[in-house]
Nanobody, 117 residues
Framework: QVQLVESGGGLVQPGGSLRLSCAAS????????MAWYRQGRRNQRELVARITLGDIITYGDSVKGRFTIARDNDKNTVYLQMNSLKPDDTAVYYC???????????WGKGTLVTVSL
């Protein structure tokens, strides 16, 4: 059974940094893509960043230049480095994995990031 466990959320001041981790219970080579989504005040889940098996990376417009997604295949973990955080980045951040062979989507339970003074 696939499990995705996020960690690294918390309270940070504007301009600060956090690094989120998403640990998978299976090899991440089994996924065609892994991504981070967030759900904030507007209650709409939006794409933050995605990395494919071929290391093609996509970022949401609001985080380009500030966030970086990376994968560690040996640790079956995907990271999201978040810099220059803004109050609008406050949200629950979810890890997502897509298994292309079956078109199955997997989600973690989320980790809360709060950007505030």
């Amino acid at each position: 059974q696939v499990q995705l466990v996020e960690s690294g959320g918390g309270l940070v001041q504007p301009g600060g940094s956090l690094r989120l981790s998403c640990a998978a219970s299976v090899t991440i080579f089994s996924f065609s893509a892994m991504a981070w989504y967030r759900q904030g005040r507007r209650n709409q889940r939006e794409l933050v960043a995605r990395i494919t098996l071929g290391d093609i990376i996509t970022y949401g417009d609001s985080v380009k230049g500030r966030f970086t997604i990376a994968r560690d295949n040996d640790k079956n973990t995907v990271y999201l480095q978040m810099n220059s955080l803004k109050p609008d980045d406050t949200a629950v951040y979810y890890c997502n994995a897509l298994r292309g062979s079956s078109n199955m989507n997997y989600w973690g339970k989320g980790t809360l990031v709060t950007v505030s003074l």
